[in-house]
């Protein structure tokens, strides 16, 4: 079975710019997180799906991110325009049951210069 | 809001000695997980606990949730290089949604 799978890898863009990572969970899992971890930081929540609808977006930073989840299925985070403070690793992850065990992807890295 | 704090943030032991990591939560806790994350990957499951002074066993991993359900910790007993990586709890709460503490990263000397 794959895991929650994310791209791209690794993100190198220039303060303004605009990136767009991408998340596909877990095949049958309704809930879907995304998180980042900045500078070896903790590990901060940003929003929660279930299915295609937000749950709960109440550690997005900002209006410059947004994030949607097309038909329940894979979910893009868009920053745009993107500045310094954005650079960290974006997580994504999925789950069966809200609260439950989280399986998260391999992350995805963003640099902004 | 929710917040949980973990100590230390860093460890270094010499194989074979043990380590603990703890966890507080500023509120009380339904549940409460915890991951490991290799250096340069993504944070793995380990356990949850849900239970008022639950502790469980993984070999010579530890788990522990406290009475109150506002702490926890991990041990590990006779640590091996293959422990490096930094380990996050994580608390669900009233908002039901995991905090993550900001992690203990276990340096293992060989």
């Known amino acids: 079975e794959a895991g929650v799978t994310q791209f791209p890898s690794h993100s190198v863009i220039e303060k303004g710019q605009t990136v767009t990572l991408r998340c596909d969970p877990i095949?049958?899992?309704?809930?879907l997180y995304w998180y980042r971890r900045v500078m070896g930081k903790e590990i901060k929540f940003l929003l929660h799906?279930?299915?295609?609808?937000?749950?709960?977006e109440s550690g997005m930073p900002n209006n410059r991110f947004l994030a949607e989840r097309t038909g329940g299925t894979y979910s893009t985070l868009k920053v745009q325009p993107a500045e310094l403070e954005d650079s960290g690793v974006y997580f994504c992850?999925?789950?069966?049951?809200?609260?439950?065990?989280?399986?998260f992807g391999e992350g995805s890295r963003l640099t902004v210069l | 809001g929710q917040q949980v704090m973990q100590i230390p943030q860093y460890q270094h032991v010499q194989e074979g000695e043990d380590f603990t990591t703890y966890c507080n939560s500023s509120?009380?806790?339904?549940?409460i997980q915890w991951y490991k994350q290799r250096p340069g990957g993504h944070p793995v499951f380990l356990i949850q606990?849900?239970?008022?002074?639950e502790v469980k066993k993984q070999k010579r991993l530890t788990f522990q949730f406290g009475e109150a359900k506002k702490n926890s910790s991990l041990h590990i007993t006779a640590t091996q290089t293959t422990d490096v990586g930094t380990y996050f709890c994580?608390?669900?709460?009233?908002?039901?949604?995991?905090?993550f503490g900001s992690g203990t990263q276990l340096t293992v000397l060989p």
């Open positions: 992850a999925s789950s069966l049951l809200w609260a439950g065990e989280l399986f």
């Open positions: 095949s049958g899992h309704d809930n």
């Open positions: 799906f279930v299915k295609e609808s937000k749950q709960d």
């Open positions: 509120t009380t806790l339904s549940n």
């Open positions: 606990l849900v239970k008022s002074g």
């Open positions: 994580a608390g669900s709460g009233s908002a039901r949604q995991l905090t």
